[in-house]
C-alpha cells in the first residue's frame, strides 16, 4: 500500500539539498496521491521551489537551540508512514527514525555506525568516493522497490522587471564568480580574460552570486575589469529567479557550487571548474544522464553531454583532485590547481559547446 505521508529527511548544505531532489521525483512518481514533505537546514529550501509532489518544507538551523530542536521533533515525531535520511548523519537517522515507524537512509560503514542499521528497516551503504550524490540517494529508492526518476529539479520563477529590463534581448551568458568557500574560487584574472572573450564571441557577460557580503564585493570588482555592458546581478535574485535566468542563457562557467548544479540540470552549455574536489561524486549531473556510473573519473577533464568539466592541474602531492579544502586544508584558503588554470581552456570548452571553430 502506498504512504499517506512521507518524509525526505536532507539537512545539509544547498548543493546536497539540491541532488536529492531526483529521490523527490520518484517517490512521487511512485506514490501520486501521498503528501511528501522535506526537513532540510534553514536557508537551503529554496532550491526546492515548485518540486512537483512536494508538500511542506521544514527547516532547521544548523545549530539550532534546544528548544528549536525539541519543538521540531514534537511536530515529526510519528507523523509519517514512511521516512527517508538522504545524508549518514546522526541527526538525519535519528530524525527519520522518529518521523517515521518505517524508516530507510544511507549509513556509512563501520562499527561505530551499526546503531543506525539497527534502527532502520532499509539501510543503504553510503560511499564518498565512487558513488555520485544523485546515485547515492537513487539507491534509497532502490532500496524502497520504486523506480527512479534520475532528474535534478531546477526552480524557477519570474526575473524581477527591472532585471527584465536591463536583460534585453541580446544573447548572454552567465558567470557565477564565487562559490561559497575560497578554496573552489578560479582565477579573477581568467574570469576576467573569459568575459572579454565572450564580449567578443556575441555574448554579453552576466555575473551572478548570492547576497554575501564577500560575493558581491567580488563580483563588483569583477563587472569593474571586465566589458563594459556586464551585467552584474549578484545578490539580486532568488534561487528560482536564478533558474529562470539560466534557462534563457546560452552559456554558463562557474566553480564547484549549486549554481553550476542548476545550469547542468536546466540543460544549458556548462563550463564546471573543478579543483580539489572530487568530480566522480560532485561532478554537474548533465541534464540528459541516467546510468548508475558517474558521468566523471577522478582525474582529468571531459565531456558530457551539456556540460564540460574542466578539472585543473597542479604539481602538488598528491595530485589533483586532493579532496582537501585548499592547499592550507581550510574552507578560506586557496587552490593553487584552480588559480592556476588559465581561462584558454574555459574558451576552448566554450567553443566546442557553442559549435564554434577551434581558435588557431
Known sequence: MSPRRALLVAPRRIGDVLLVT?????????????????????GTGGVLEGQPGLGEILA?????????????????????????????SDRSTLYARIAARQAAGVVAPGLQQRWKRVLLGHAVPFDDLDTHSVVQSLR??????????ARVHVASAPLPAPVEAELGRDP?????????????????DAQVDFAHWLQAAGLRPVLTGSADAREREQADWLAQRMPANTLNLCGRLTLAQLGR??????????????????????????????????????????????????PWSRVGSARQ??????????????????????????????SRCLESL???????????????????
Do not use: M
Not at 521533533?73 to 545524508?87: C, M, Q, T
Not at 602538488?316 to 578560506?332: F, K, M, Q, S, Y
Open 22 to 42: 531526483p529521490l523527490l521525483a520518484s517517490l512521487h512518481a511512485a506514490w501520486p496521491q501521498a503528501r511528501i514533505d522535506a526537513l532540510v537546514f534553514a
Open 60 to 88: 532547521i538551523d544548523e545549530r539550532p537551540a534546544l528548544r528549536d530542536h525539541l519543538r521540531l521533533l514534537a511536530r515529526i515525531a510519528g507523523r509519517y508512514d514512511v521516512a527517508l535520511s538522504a545524508v549518514p
Open 140 to 149: 534509497l529508492a532502490d532500496a524502497l522497490g520504486i523506480g527512479r526518476v
Open 172 to 188: 548572454f551568458a552567465v558567470i557565477h564568480p564565487s562559490p561559497r568557500f575560497r578554496y573552489k574560487l578560479w582565477s579573477p
Open 245 to 294: 535566468l539560466l534557462g534563457l542563457a546560452r552559456l554558463y562557467a562557474g566553480p564547484d557550487t549549486v549554481a553550476t548544479h542548476l545550469a547542468a540540470a536546466a540543460g544549458v552549455p556548462t563550463i564546471a571548474l573543478f579543483g580539489p574536489s572530487n568530480p566522480v561524486k560532485w561532478g554537474p549531473w548533465p541534464v540528459d544522464w541516467t546510468d548508475d556510473a558517474s
Open 305 to 334: 553531454g551539456n556540460v564540460w568539466l574542466i578539472q585543473g592541474e597542479a604539481d602538488c602531492a598528491p595530485g589533483v583532485p586532493c579532496l582537501a579544502e585548499g592547499c592550507d586544508r581550510h574552507i578560506d584558503s586557496g
Open 342 to 360: 588559465p581561462a584558454s581552456r574555459a574558451i576552448d570548452a566554450a567553443r566546442e559547446l557553442l559549435g564554434l571553430p577551434a581558435s588557431d
